[in-house]
């Protein structure tokens, strides 16, 4: 079977030795190729030292997700050897290090080693300890250069887009990519019978993390309010706004800066300042992760009862508790949804990849305003940290904020008296107004018991009449958000119900299974509250996988919880390792439950 | 039902002010506090205060947390938007209201439960921020609506009314601020008006974070022989130390203070304060000083009041320091926040 343009190569390195640069170069490289690629950090909560991975899989069919198996392993790293060739597939290969001996303890007699003396090289080569740690990463770059058959051009073309303001840098970084190269091509077979070649499949298409794609949405939404607590691994959301912020919210004649950005003290502040904000009419997020969302618990079910909007972007991380922070789980699904003591329910948007990172960031300001509610966009570390291939942001200019129901000056002076919680629209949405405009629009907001017109009230009737609207608006939010996305006909017996990041791995295995013959449609969950086509979905299959990154099976609780489903139709597929969830995963629960239970939907399925 | 509107009734002869409102305009709802509570004697003096230097109504912005304190943002100025926010959380949503909109004036009311023990942390950080506000404490030294713990302000020996002895030291929040560097710290006693209303004038005017921490008696819970925080105690205790004058730049100052005892701190708009010393050893523009002075004086069971520190610039505000521009963020059209597509496509010229 030919393994050009699809394979797996996973680099183990020690954090804090600038083994990032080697491993985008490899990536960027191969993208730049016109070759879709995916790339994952498998990163310690630590700042040097300690082991980390990347995985790059290259795959010619546009495959976005980790197939489940390891092609080439790069082991940089002596203190993970022994795991590292264990994860090697057979038929694989193995590069490492071969200044020093390798025990003969961990051979594989189905993989091929390869042993370049890649420190050697560079102790020879380059002076000082940093430099020669760095060029160590940069020069195993250059022996998979060689090995892969990769554009060396292009390497060199990369090299002097970063190295644009230090060209010596291009030179001794280049110097590292020949020695491994020129190592590689006298000492091996190359290339080997995984390489890429070039291909035309990335035009018009980015690598970018989900963060970044995020913080440009709220760029583009017109936020002007940020406020955060840092936390991994949300943090690089906060910066990359700032730094977009920096570069075209700077008022060019008087040197203003058009947004306000504010390090709080810990979440509870920083959702109060959001909340603040979003009342006096600044659109105005933070960016958290699971332990944040537990902190701003509080906040949000005032933000939810006394209807203020809000944005909050959840970058979820492995828990319970601190948990792993830089490993990726789709674990606060249920803590979102409900977040907050009392009857509280939150809009909850969940997007599988950068590109709907951008999109849904800035929808989820004008939904927060159109709903009078915090809306939190569910992110996790696989989206928001890694670099994901997708297609181009674009903006449309036409574009207008959707402030939602304000009543302005004018608007105010039309009115005999404005009552800030009477349902004019019978759609369970209220008016609300700014403070500074009119003392006509002045109302009181609180978190206490409140009637129709924003008093104080400890009356049972005045309070329920409040609090069934608020049902009647989560109604209304129902056809206001994204809605799913199906893949398939929908006429299938069996399907599989998802969301957020599962979606590379579920697309990818439903290729598979539906080459053996098994044929699931897919529904894509993009929003909570859960829109009635999702009821039709879930009612329209015998038998639903519902595929989630967690352990206790939050999204099927979700489902349980939210719609009309018999929850004996759905069949949880649990990936919570804290790894991105991979094709082969789906594929093999689906399988593994078929054969199990020799299911009588299988007669749809063959 | 504990909301009870005022019926609104101006008699013509109402005295008004350059905007011509009366009082009347400046008032809320009817308290729902305890009959001879000192907090209601505070939002008197709001209402006085707001009245006398003609803020607009919906310019000013209340803003509380949760206990009897936060209560009283209903009890004046209807015609201003109220936040009453979770509890010891007042701060954080000040500070996101003011970054939204700095061109408002921002009065947050709060108590010593909710500032000193479950909002310290949110309190001490709006100092740092130096959040352009007035943050008034009404501070009585006990757990009100909860009926009558004592709170971090009450002192060493002070006596809860069922007998037991606090003995954990007190926070000050007056000290505090200053050791935070609040440029703007007064204390004061809700049985005062005459030095309260001034004071009030001067902290909504001041531009940064102004603090000032008022003893206000709990009749239900801390009126009792014994506590240091009573009427009795208070009105025996309590020093006036320098009286402040809040003069709009509009108006002309008239003193009739001795030379050598008035000092006039004029603030960045034009606006000035006039502080009288009322004793000769202590300069209230010097923060270190202040603060020593103000400590001596605790340890020796006084309550000084007045303005104890001012300083004319506060540089360091947070609009300043975060040079955001004269109009509020709320404010900005969109045409200047968005980047527009053209530049989107620039700003991903690096992730090709």
């Known amino acids: 079977m030919s393994r050009v343009n699809d394979f797996v190569i996973k680099i183990a390195t020690v954090n804090g030795t600038g083994s990032a640069s080697a491993n985008t170069l490899l990536m960027k490289s191969i993208f730049r190729s016109g070759i879709p690629v995916m790339g994952k950090n498998y990163f310690p909560s630590n700042i040097q030292g300690l082991p980390t991975w990347y995985e790059i899989r290259v795959s010619k069919a546009g495959y976005v997700a980790r197939s489940g198996q390891v092609d080439l392993m790069v082991c940089m790293n002596a203190e993970t050897y022994a795991r590292d060739i264990r994860e090697v597939a057979t038929g694989g290969y193995l590069i490492y290090d071969s200044t020093w001996p390798r025990p003969a303890l961990l051979r594989r007699e189905d993989v091929t080693v390869l042993g370049v003396p ?18 160590k990463n940069i020069c195993y770059a250059g022996v998979l250069a060689a090995l892969l058959d990769l554009d060396v051009a292009k390497i060199r073309e990369l090299l002097a887009e970063t190295y644009a303001k230090k060209p010596a840098l291009v030179d001794a970084n280049m110097q590292a990519i020949e020695l491994g190269y020129n190592y590689a091509k006298e000492h091996f077979d190359c290339p080997l019978p995984l390489r890429v070649t070039p291909m035309d499949q990335t035009a018009d298409h980015i690598m970018i993390d989900g963060n970044t794609a995020a913080a440009l949405g709220c760029i583009y939404a017109g936020a002007t309010v940020a406020a955060w607590y840092p936390i991994t691994p949300s943090t690089s959301l906060m910066d990359a706004f700032k730094s977009f912020a920096d570069k075209t919210r700077i008022d060019p004649e008087t040197g203003a800066a058009n947004f306000a950005f ?32 537990s902190l701003m618990s509080e906040f949000l079910g005032l933000a939810y009862y006394a209807e203020v909007p809000a944005v909050l972007f959840d970058v979820q991380r492995v828990g319970p508790s601190t948990g792993m922070p830089t490993r990726t789980q789709q674990c606060d699904l249920l803590a979102a949804a409900y977040a907050s003591h009392g009857d509280t329910k939150h809009v909850c948007l969940y997007p599988a990849n950068p590109e709907e990172c951008f999109y849904m960031a800035a929808q989820a300001f004008d939904l927060a305003e159109r709903l009078q509610t915090p809306v939190m966009v569910m992110l996790d570390l696989d989206i928001g940290m890694n670099d994901w291939m997708c297609r181009d942001l674009v ?66 009737a005045e309070y329920q009449l409040v609090l069934d609207r608020l049902t009647r608006k989560f109604a209304t939010a129902k056809r206001l958000l994204p809605k799913p996305v199906l893949q398939g006909d929908g006429k299938a017996r069996a399907a599989i119900v998802s969301l957020g990041s599962c979606d590379g791995a579920i697309r990818e295995a439903l290729d598979v299974l539906d080459n053996r013959g098994i044929h699931l449609d897919y529904l894509r969950v993009r929003a909570f509250p859960f829109s009635e086509e999702v009821e039709q979905f879930l009612a329209a299959h015998e038998l639903v996988y519902v595929v989630e990154q967690n352990r206790d099976a939050q999204f099927r609780s979700l489902l349980t919880l939210e719609t009309r489903i018999d929850k004996a139709r759905l069949r949880s597929l649990l990936h919570y390792s804290g790894l991105p969830v991979s094709s082969a995963f789906i594929v093999d629960g689906v399988l593994a439950d078929l054969a199990e239970g020799q299911r009588a939907v299988s007669g749809v399925l063959s | 039902m504990t909301f009870i509107p005022k019926p609104k009734i101006a008699h013509p002869s109402l005295p008004r002010n350059e905007l011509g409102l009366t009082r009347r305009d400046y008032e809320g709802s009817l308290s729902t506090l305890c009959a001879g509570c000192g907090h209601d004697s505070i939002t008197a003096a709001i209402t006085e205060a707001c009245w006398g230097i003609s803020i607009r109504p919906e310019n000013l912005v209340k803003l509380s947390g949760i206990g009897c304190s936060s209560k009283t943002t209903a009890y004046f100025v209807n015609g201003g938007h109220g936040f009453n926010s979770v509890h010891g959380r007042m701060p954080s949503i000040a500070m996101g209201a003011n970054a939204a909109n700095r061109n408002l004036h921002y009065i947050g009311i709060s108590g010593d439960g909710d500032s000193l023990s479950i909002g310290l942390g949110q309190f001490c950080h709006a100092i740092r921020r130096n959040v352009n506000m007035l943050y008034i404490i009404e501070n009585n030294g006990v757990y009100g609506l909860t009926k009558g713990q004592f709170s971090a302000s009450a002192d060493v020996g002070t006596k809860a009314k069922k007998g037991e002895v606090n003995q954990q030291p007190p926070i000050d929040p007056v000290l505090l601020a200053m050791n935070l560097g609040a440029g703007f710290v007064a204390r004061s006693f809700s049985g005062d008006k005459a030095q309260l209303v001034p004071l009030i004038q001067a902290g909504l005017n001041y531009p940064g974070f102004a603090l000032i921490d008022v003893l206000s008696p709990c009749v239900t819970f801390n009126d009792h022989e014994g506590s240091t925080k009573s009427y009795a105690y208070t009105r025996e205790h309590y020093e006036p130390i320098v009286e402040a004058d809040f003069v709009p730049k509009q108006r002309e100052i008239v003193t009739d203070y001795a030379a050598g005892e008035a000092i006039t701190v004029t603030l960045h708009d034009g606006n000035r304060v006039n502080l009288r010393k009322l004793a000769s050893d202590y300069d209230p523009t010097e923060a270190r000083a202040a603060y020593d002075y103000v400590q001596q004086h605790i340890e020796k069971g006084e309550y000084l009041t007045g303005l104890l520190h001012c300083r004319a610039t506060s540089d360091n505000e947070f609009h300043v320091a975060n040079r955001t521009p004269l109009q509020a963020l709320n404010a900005l059209p969109y045409a200047k926040l968005s980047p527009g597509s053209g530049q989107l496509r620039r700003l991903l010229a690096r992730y090709r």
């Open chain 1, 395 to 460: 903006w449309d200019d036409a574009y207008q904020p959707d402030r939602g129901k304000v009543l302005d000056k004018e608007a105010l002076s039309k009115i005999e008296k404005f009552h800030r919680y009477v349902d004019k629209d019978e759609d369970g949405i209220t008016y609300r107004t700014f403070p500074g405009v009119d003392p006509k629009g002045a109302y009181f907001t609180r978190g206490s018991g409140h009637t129709q017109f924003g008093t104080y009230t400890e009356d049972s």
């Open chain 1, 118 to 135: 890649l420190a050697r090289m560079c102790n020879e080569n380059f002076k000082g300890v940093r430099t020669r740690i760095l060029m």
């Open chain 1, 262 to 293: 504010i390090q709080a003290e810990d979440e509870l502040a920083a959702i109060g300042m959001v909340l603040g904000a979003n009342w006096n009419g600044a659109r105005a997020f933070t960016a958290t992760s699971g332990p944040g969302v």
